[in-house]
């Protein structure tokens, strides 16, 4: 949950953008799928969102989805960013992603 009210559904290796660099709840994973190094997400993060005033971390929930579960990874132009809830996300590096 968010400090703006919204929540935001993610892998635990996927990155976002806080005050603190990329975070993300499995570095290791976030190194393999994403290509970059974050530090571990907590609770109090700052992350920055659309409007560019950081929205806060208040808790973290995690889901134990089965295998049949969707994701999906955005392949953007030039750029591994994008708004998800407002708050700025890396999408998986294409390189990586076409290898799996």
Request: charged share 25%; with cysteine.
């Amino acid at each position: 949950m968010l400090s703006n009210g919204k929540s935001i559904m993610v892998t635990t290796s996927h990155p976002l953008l806080s005050t603190r660099g990329w975070v993300s709840l499995d570095l290791e994973r976030s190194i393999i799928e994403h290509c970059i190094r974050t530090k571990k997400m907590e609770i109090g993060d700052e992350l920055i969102a659309l409007d560019k005033e950081p929205v806060i971390l208040e808790d973290i929930i995690y889901y134990n989805l089965d295998n049949e579960t969707d994701v999906y990874n955005l392949i953007l132009d030039h750029y591994h960013t994008f708004f998800a809830e407002g708050i700025v996300a890396h999408n998986i590096n294409t390189v990586v992603s076409s290898l799996k």
